[in-house]
């Protein structure tokens, strides 16, 4: 038996999560049996969607059962296995929750265990090439469906899907727009973006009016609230509103629709909803895709690192605060990554 | 030169239409030029799009312009004709506007006009095989993609468009639950649907779930509100909401978009609206159809007649009161239809 912290859902927050939401709990994991391997987590991925999963709510995927350990997308090394694809030493990325240690026997809540190669970090693997990047990936090439000189625009486009569709949106030839606070208007130009729309400056309605005078061909929406407002009252004829997150309304105790929904019957424009884990059989054409452009510098990432596994709420709440500088991570003690 | 009351848009309506918004002059009209035709109208659908060509904002056709004849689809009758294809006696239906007269050159706005079979009365031209009729045949084959035993519920289930989408949907195998008013229930049954829910009884959350155990496949929305939230709430994964309309939202001040609409995240679903005159190419094969249809019986309607042009505001508020008891028309003095 090896010592395995966890944090397990408690109680289903209202409003933001707290301590008594989410408790650290100090455990033992046992050795893997037969066709099982044990993985020692290095980096765990904060993702906006941890909310979602933690709600009673019916969704892609069921609830965190109260008492389980809490639902996460990690990174970690394979330390003892009885299972021949994944012998000790493999890199590898899965669900393997907020804790230190994980049985697998290549499957995660029914999802599977991916390998990370050597050349990609643990925070590449988990970031622009993992949840975030692919999330990206499927979103604005199946749903988005983008075109040479389409007017591309993205919300929180500083944060991890964010970014990588302002990359990918300019890798597609579309004139990106995107929408984040003023003070990461320069990582957002960076990345790629042609113009940068304050949010927080309010009016965010006039200053799209005047940056998108073609109208807006995809709006990729990771908020909801003001800003899906104000891009459906610009969305162009045959438009598509990808529907990725609504992290203004994830916290929210009474939420908010779109009032401007029924632009899309005048403009015949399409609002669609998509979820990562539908797109699996895809996942390893992606991965080598976004490995690809990783290698060659046309995707870049910005990190957020917290430290140690007792500081998760701490890098769960920067999430929601919007405070964190780019993916956000929690790296473990001892984590052993691939080379940065 | 003919006398040719018309109704003209002298201001744009803030909430309801009122006797300010549109007047009734009493002006006149010409004979046709070489390639014109003259149509006496006989009968005026009135249709809750109608609100929509009021009000200043974009939409798929322009606004109406101030001071200009009122848009409306009608019937009528070619009395005078300089066009070959349109000879006099000629039954046609096409955007003629809310008047007793109208030239055209075979188009009118743009949208061509059609001819009406001589078994097909003036009320079923501009009903089950009109804009109503095609509304719901392109909404629901084109947009909600329907298969059998999917779960079809429609809301103004008694309206035009909706008991239409009722019939086709029970032609298509589905099952079918529309959402009216109580007074209604017999007849929302009697074209078709397998139950009804009572919207003003409050509640139509909790009946949509008792009733939907299977979820929701296709949403059919006329209405938006507490009714689009409630079906979002049942949404089946890869669900199609079709918004056709938001008749709650038309009169509106404030405009309330849905609450729910993160449901189609969870469950991957669309929501697209459409626009009828999109379908032209298609409208030919559509209508042979609906009049196939509506010759066996297969697909019937019920109708609410006004009479004389001096009453259009009348009908018009029965439409956005909800309180017409079937597809809303206008009949003309000395009309002088196919059959009933």
């Known amino acids: 038996m090896m010592r395995n912290r966890e944090w397990r859902l408690e109680r289903r927050p209202e409003g933001a999560v707290s301590s008594t939401d989410l408790v650290l709990h100090d455990s033992q994991i046992g050795m893997p049996d037969r066709g099982q391997f044990l993985v020692r987590v290095t980096t765990v991925s904060i993702d906006p969607a941890m909310r979602g999963w933690m709600s009673p709510l019916r969704s892609y995927i069921p609830p965190v059962a109260l008492g389980q350990p809490m639902r996460a997308i990690s990174a970690g090394v394979v330390i003892a296995s009885r299972h021949a694809e994944f012998p000790e030493g493999t890199r590898v990325t899965g669900l393997f929750g907020l ?95 042609h113009e940068v729309v304050d949010y927080t400056g309010g009016d965010v309605d006039q200053r799209l009016k005047a940056l998108c005078r073609q109208g807006i061909d995809i709006y990729f929406d990771n908020v909801g609230g003001a800003v899906l407002d ?8 045959g438009g598509r509103v990808v529907l990725c997150g609504g992290i203004s309304q994830y916290n929210a105790r009474k939420p908010v629709g779109p009032a401007n929904y029924l632009a899309l019957i005048g403009q015949r424009a ?3 909803g998509f979820v990562y884990f539908d797109y699996e059989s895809q996942f390893a054409m992606a991965e080598h895709r976004l490995w690809d452009w990783h290698r060659s510098g046309a995707l870049r990432q910005r990190v957020d690192i917290v430290d140690g596994i007792e500081h998760a709420l701490q890098a769960i709440a920067r999430v929601f605060e919007g405070s964190n500088t780019g993916k956000q991570l929690l790296r473990l003690h001892g984590a052993t990554g691939g080379e940065s």
């Open 99 to 193: 804790r230190e240690h994980a049985l697998s026997d290549g499957l995660m809540e029914g999802v599977g265990v991916r390998r990370i190669p050597d050349d990609i970090p643990d925070e590449v693997a988990l970031g622009t090439c993992g949840l975030a990047g692919m999330t990206a990936y499927f979103g604005l090439f199946d749903v988005g469906r983008p075109a040479p000189g389409d007017t591309l625009v993205v919300s929180a486009a500083a944060g991890s899907v964010g970014s990588a569709v302002v990359q990918l949106g300019r890798l597609a030839g579309c004139h990106v727009i995107g929408v984040a606070s003023s003070r990461r208007r320069e990582a957002v130009l960076g990345d790629g973006a």
């Open 270 to 272: 399409t609002m669609r």
């Open 230 to 237: 104000a891009a459906l009252k610009r969305i162009n004829t």
